[in-house]
């Protein structure tokens, strides 16, 4: 049986196929690095400057192209686009660089300007005519140097405070996104759960029931986290950004650790469990004062006092009313 695709493969197109796919793709890259260079502004007016000038450059592009294209086969292009053609290079969504850190950005827009260098020598080596045979021989070296001109354009959009600025700011972003609410509940989830696993785990000596416990009370504080951090702030004003993302992250962290010392006790003999699951408390409570001292600059002894001592007091309240 043989299985049919609608697309066309790039060997078939014709050679006004060829350009007028051309023109379409550079028309789209255009419009894509416009709307990078929108969504950065707000917060990264450099980059978005950087983007602003690759648009026209492709803009530049399509205009030869153009020309081309009138001068071989007249003024009507062909509705051909890369989702037409089998295998021909992807775009990623627009709308999905809103999930992007600036360097992810900059570094699609750098696989964008490779993919487009490799079509245009592609193209070129089918064309049989001259003039544009040249023309897609040199888009595909221009294409080429793009990532050099990029770097260009980062010396003269990003050099001294501009860079130092957007660097900042992406950092705090960062940290104010993901780190401090994904830190509050991996603080939560690790500490809180503590003493109903362990007044469970010695209270019936059981490692099934520990672990059941210690799962509802994991997951529990992870949605409860997760819908408090989301809903106590919009983002707005404080500048902390999405509620969603910070929800999410709050409320995973705490389910995380709270099953990190939960799931030991899938083990079934009670003493061989607990011990693996102190071994774990201790870990993860020397991991958040690392991840204090990293992203939030607290003293590494004073984040490892302030956690280790309160987890060690929670810890031990579970056992002495466990052992009750």
Do not use: C
């Amino acid at each position: 049986m043989r299985f049919t695709n609608h697309r066309r493969r790039f060997s078939d197109l014709t050679e006004q196929e060829v350009l007028a796919l051309a023109i379409s793709s550079e028309e789209d890259d255009a419009r894509i690095y416009r709307s990078y260079a929108e969504e950065l502004r707000s917060e990264f007016p450099a980059s978005a400057a950087i983007f602003e000038d690759m648009a026209d450059e492709e803009d530049t592009h399509r205009s030869r192209l153009i020309a081309q294209h009138q001068q071989r086969f007249g003024a009507v292009i062909p509705l051909i686009r890369r989702e037409h053609v089998a295998g021909h290079y992807a775009r990623q969504p627009v709308w999905l660089i809103k999930n992007l850190s600036l360097e992810r950005i900059r570094e699609e827009a750098a696989n964008m300007e490779r993919a487009a260098a490799h079509f245009y020598t592609e193209a070129a080596k089918r064309s049989t005519d001259a003039g544009t045979r040249q023309l897609l021989g040199d888009l595909a070296a221009e294409e080429s140097k793009h990532q050099t001109r990029a770097e260009t354009l980062e010396e003269e959009h990003l050099s001294g405070e501009a860079g130092d600025d957007e660097e900042r700011a992406a950092k705090r972003q960062f940290l104010l996104t993901w780190v401090q609410p994904g830190l509050a509940g991996l603080m939560d989830g690790s500490v809180s759960t503590l003493a109903p696993i362990f007044a469970t785990a010695f209270a019936t000596h059981n490692t099934w029931t520990t672990f059941l416990v210690g799962l509802a009370a994991s997951v529990g504080a992870g949605i409860s986290m997760g819908f408090t951090e989301a809903a106590s702030d919009d983002g707005q004003l404080s500048g902390r950004g999405s509620p969603i993302k910070r929800g999410f992250s709050s409320g995973i962290m705490t389910t995380v650790g709270g099953l990190g010392h939960a799931m030991p006790y899938l083990i079934t003999d009670f003493w061989t469990a607990t011990i693996v699951a102190i071994i774990v408390v201790f870990v993860e409570l020397w991991a958040i004062a690392w991840i204090q001292n990293k992203y939030m600059e607290t003293p590494f002894f004073r984040a490892a006092f302030q956690v280790v001592l309160g987890g060690a007091l929670v810890f031990a309240a579970g056992v002495l009313i466990g052992s009750g």
